[in-house]
């Protein structure tokens, strides 16, 4: 039984296109004539038909220059659809509602009142769009909502998605919390929460959640003493010189405490070292020596010693007072072990470790390559590499405490200061 020839199947060639004909979009093997936009079988697909159908249907377009066709094609393919023309449009507006959920981040992030969008930031977009692009801003202007309760409605959005993110994490990793209340403008009471832990190598600090008090605290200044108290006050406020000089100091360590990402290991030292210099003040006082106190030393210099003995008691007391009441809030950092081994494990002599940490102390210690990684970058981003956590676990989770503990109450008071400068606390959803 004799097989049927197999039909020939014939290919389209760049030649046809002196005919009008390029390959079908839908099926390369068919022609398309770019004239009538119409689909031939492949039987079709031959010179002298393709030639035919030109010369009997478009016989003005057969003599056209021979630039003509390939222009032709060139402007079908770049033809633009309904269906790409929709798919534009919904482009251009999805890159809108990216666009105003970013900018009501960076609102929120500012503090600023939410009607900051539609006053200030679309004008200045259209300014630059039509100044600088020079280009007309009208569509994309309107592709941003940016109105007042479309910002307050994104920043909700944006804030649950942020806290249901870092719930997941909280629930797969260890952390810190420090909690705080402060009263606001009116007697609005706000507790405010931070968390700080160690993801991905990183360590991070972010707000938990910041919620209103049901309270009502009043203070009456001098309330319970004699009116006079405040005359008393700005009568010596000039004479007291001691004061201003004292605060300097505190207020040194105050910010050597504060700012992101501050350890334990940092605050120990900050303290110490403060708690020996309240030690030297003390003793210079007392021998009338204030050159680290300058306003009091240009006050007795410039008035021949008029800080009496009475007043050096005073001073004395007072710095010996700062240094107990130092000691005792600070009890906790000042008396906390920081073994050897988190500040330099290198230098650690491993008989002196608890068993569970000398096996991997000793392979610490040999490899070459974390020791030139530990010279150069530090201890505290050594410890927060990944890799070193993973590798080690057991030395990092008693190097974690170190670096995850708040040593200080920085944050929350950083919070607080944000919600009073807030404009007027009007856009704050307590809820």
Not at 20 to 40: D, E, H, K, R, Y
Not at 46 to 70: A, E, Q
Not at 105 to 124: D, H, Q, S, V
Request: net charge neutral.
């Amino acid at each position: 039984m004799t097989e049927n020839p197999k039909k020939k199947c014939r290919q389209y060639s760049i030649d046809y296109l002196k005919f009008g004909f390029i390959a079908s979009p839908t099926n390369q093997q068919l022609p398309f004539c770019l004239l009538c936009n119409q689909v031939f079988s492949n039987e079709g697909m031959k010179p002298s038909r393709m030639c035919g159908h030109l010369t009997k249907k478009y016989p003005d377009k057969k003599v056209k220059d021979l630039k003509y066709f390939p222009i032709l094609s060139k402007q079908f393919a770049n033809r633009g659809s309904i269906d790409g023309m929709i798919n534009k449009i919904t482009t251009k507006n999805d890159d809108g509602l990216v666009a105003s959920y970013n900018i009501s981040l960076l609102i929120a992030k500012c503090g600023k009142p939410r009607t900051i969008g539609e006053k200030l930031i679309l004008p200045a977009i259209r300014e630059v769009i039509s100044t600088v692009i020079h280009q007309d801003a009208s569509s994309v202007v309107r592709s941003i909502p940016l109105s007042n309760n479309s910002v307050s409605r994104k920043i909700e959005e944006l804030a649950i998605d942020v806290e249901q993110q870092l719930c997941k994490v909280l629930q797969t990793t260890e952390f810190a919390l420090q909690l705080d209340e402060s009263t606001l403008r009116d007697n609005k009471a706000l507790l405010m929460a931070y968390v700080r832990y160690i993801h991905n190598g990183v360590s991070k600090e972010e707000m938990l959640f910041s919620k209103p008090l049901e309270t009502d605290p009043k203070v009456e200044f001098l309330e319970e003493y004699d009116s006079t108290l405040a005359e008393k006050v700005k009568m010596i406020r000039t004479d007291v010189a001691y004061l201003p000089d004292i605060f300097e100091k505190l207020n040194i360590v105050n910010k050597q405490l504060q700012g992101n990402n501050t350890t334990l290991i940092q605050a120990k030292g900050v303290v110490l070292s403060f708690l020996s210099k309240l030690t030297l003040f003390r003793q210079n006082i007392a021998r009338r020596e204030f050159g680290q106190l300058p306003c009091s030393s240009e006050l007795d210099m410039a008035n021949n010693n008029i800080i009496r003995d009475d007043n050096i008691h005073i001073y004395c007391s007072h710095v010996d007072s700062l240094s107990e009441d130092l000691l005792i809030r600070s009890k906790d950092l000042t008396e906390l072990v920081i073994p050897n081994f988190v500040i330099n494990p290198f230098r650690t002599n491993i008989e002196t470790l608890d068993p569970q940490f000398q096996e991997e102390f000793t392979d610490l210690q040999n490899d070459i390559e974390y020791n030139a990684i530990f010279a150069q970058c530090g201890y505290s981003a050594f410890w927060m590499k990944k890799e070193v956590s993973e590798r080690y676990p057991h030395i990092f989770q008693t190097v974690k405490l170190m670096f995850v503990a708040f040593p200080s109450s920085y944050l929350v008071e950083k919070g607080f200061s944000t919600v009073v400068n807030l404009p007027q606390n009007k856009e704050i959803d307590w809820k």
